[in-house]
């Protein structure tokens, strides 16, 4: 069976905070995001240009999951641009030992797929590194939107 790419970061934060920071998605992610990341049937859209994904929450448990489904996307550097299309981005969220950790599941997003390395390098810059910053000092390293 083939794994889902994930990501795990922790920060010494509430898991409310945590839960918070993760769905401002354009102060991590990508400045031009547009919408709300935060309850059940919230959309957002995350804008780079020639790539765009629309994104709607599906599942949200406060401070503990919140589950984003992709409705559209255009991937342009893919022979599929559809290709992200109906897989789920899954945050769970959970202290232990007195730290927050923050684990990303993108589920669809498998070895199998062309975008796995390149989504993979991204996920790991944009999780791993600009939510953990923005987590840690407040702050992250979101793109400006430029593909």
Not at 3 to 21: F, L
Not at 91 to 98: I, S
Not at 102 to 113: E, F, I, Q, R, S
């Amino acid at each position: 069976m083939l794994q889902d790419y994930q990501r795990t970061v922790s920060a010494n934060v509430s898991t409310e905070e945590a839960y918070n920071k993760i769905a401002r998605v354009s102060d991590w992610w990508n400045k031009k995001s547009t919408g709300k990341a935060r309850e059940v049937g919230d959309t957002f859209k995350v804008d780079f240009g020639k790539t765009w994904v629309d994104f709607k929450v599906v599942e949200a448990v406060q401070n503990q999951r919140v589950v984003w489904h992709v409705e559209d996307c255009h991937l342009h550097f893919l022979n599929d641009p559809k290709e992200w299309k109906d897989t789920r981005v899954i945050w769970d969220v959970a202290a232990v030992n007195g730290t927050t950790t923050v684990t990303m599941t993108h589920a669809g997003l498998t070895p199998a797929v062309e975008c796995f390395e390149t989504c993979k390098a991204g996920w790991n810059f944009h999780v791993g590194e600009s939510l953990r910053m923005l987590l840690t000092e407040d702050h992250g390293l979101p793109d400006h939107g430029r593909t």
